[in-house]
């Protein structure tokens, strides 16, 4: 979930060569729990600046409320992957990683595993 739509495009893209079924988007994070509750996805893809509410208040909420699909994290800022994780994150991928970790890192979640794809040089 990412409120760029050519953001939500690219991930799209990326996600379809691995021939999976998005279920839908958000724009924000009040839309994102709605759409979370009626769809009970596997993997949920998420921004950590969204707008209304981070990404992170919202992997919190959806592990309260019972969640207990895999979240993947996205997020230009590499200092706040550590936070994401112990919010409920299932893996974190640096923004400037998407096109070579993004697939892994949801294989990864799925599985039950922890991932995490920083920009080289800088640590969570």
Not at 19 to 27: F, N
Not at 38 to 58: F, H, K, Y
Not at 63 to 85: K, N, Q
Not at 106 to 123: C, K, T
């Amino acid at each position: 979930m990412d409120d760029t739509p050519e953001i939500i495009r690219y991930y799209a893209e990326i996600l379809n060569a691995d021939s999976y079924e998005i279920v839908g988007t958000a724009p924000d994070a009040a839309v994102a729990l709605g759409m979370v509750a009626e769809t009970a996805p596997q993997v949920i893809l998420l921004d950590i600046s969204m707008p209304g509410m981070s990404g992170i208040e919202l992997a919190r909420r959806l592990r309260a409320a019972g969640c207990d699909a895999a979240i993947v994290f996205v997020s230009s800022d590499d200092a706040l992957a550590a936070d994401a994780m112990n919010a409920g994150g299932s893996a974190y991928v640096s923004k400037n990683l998407i096109a070579s970790d993004l697939r892994l890192a949801i294989r990864e979640a799925l599985a039950g595993r922890s991932f995490i794809a920083v920009w080289p040089g800088h640590r969570p």
